[in-house]
């Protein structure tokens, strides 16, 4: 009953350093994006993909990469680090309808969280 | 656009007492809407939601919304609190053509003994 697994759940950077956030789903989803959430701002979504291969720009996505080369992984990378990417990171999967691209229930799984400070 | 309003940043009630998180939206479709809970230091986790079935939405833990057109309301309630429902809660509205979804900013219960 793993669901979705997130690593590490905390990080302090320097500006200017680079790291990846892992995040791993055993639930076969097709739909996996990551967030970050800020205090007043509510989950912002940051890049997202529809399979593996595919990935998309979501709301924030300047100064994050992602890569998805399997279902099951979707890891988030910081180029060079800033104070203002200093956040709580959640990543979420989901089903999607059939060959529709589209999600089908509209329910997120939810990691429980990476907590990164950016000196 | 789609986009989502919570009233509240912050709740307290007392333990027994009746929940009301408010959620305003606004959607040029019919929309989907949904309430998550954070509790802290965990994960988002789906406590109901509405997809243009029943008004009345049930969810786990005792809780149920109620979708109302005429008011672009999608108000969260429980008749009695429980201190296991502190916690943060989200109010989410699917954008029927980006299919993406858009959170409100939360709203803090706490429930006091």
């Known amino acids: 009953n793993a669901g979705v697994t997130q690593t590490p759940k905390f990080q302090v950077l320097k500006t200017g350093q680079s790291m990846t956030l892992q995040c791993a789903q055993d639930?076969?989803?097709?739909?996996m994006s990551w967030y970050r959430q800020d205090p007043g701002m509510g989950l912002r979504l940051i890049h997202y993909?529809?399979?593996?291969?595919?990935?998309d720009q979501g709301e924030v996505p300047n100064g994050y990469n992602v890569s998805r080369s399997t279902t099951e992984d979707f890891p988030l990378r910081l180029l060079s680090a800033a104070p203002s990417q200093t956040s709580v990171y959640f990543c979420?999967?989901?089903?999607?309808?059939?060959?529709?691209?589209?999600?089908?229930?509209?329910?997120?799984?939810f990691g429980e969280g990476s907590r990164l400070t950016v000196l | 656009a789609q986009s989502v309003t919570q009233l509240d940043s912050h709740v307290s009630v007392s333990e027994g007492t009746p929940v009301l998180l408010r959620c305003n939206y606004s959607s040029s479709y019919s929309p989907s809407l949904f309430w998550y809970v954070q509790h802290p230091n965990k994960g988002l986790q789906l406590l109901l939601k509405?997809?243009?079935?029943?008004?009345l939405v049930k969810g786990i833990n005792g809780f149920e919304a109620e979708f109302k057109k005429s008011e672009t309301s999608f108000h969260l309630t429980k008749p009695s609190a429980h201190m296991s429902d502190a916690a943060e809660y989200f109010c989410?509205?699917?954008?029927?053509?980006?299919?993406?979804?858009?959170f409100g900013t939360g709203t803090r219960l706490q429930v006091f003994p």
């Open positions: 989410v509205v699917s954008d029927r053509v980006s299919d993406k979804l858009i």
């Open positions: 993909s529809v399979g593996a291969g595919i990935t």
């Open positions: 979420a999967s989901s089903r999607l309808a059939g060959t529709s691209g589209r999600l089908d229930t509209g329910e997120l799984f």
């Open positions: 509405y997809t243009s079935a029943a008004t």
């Open positions: 639930m076969n989803h097709e739909y």
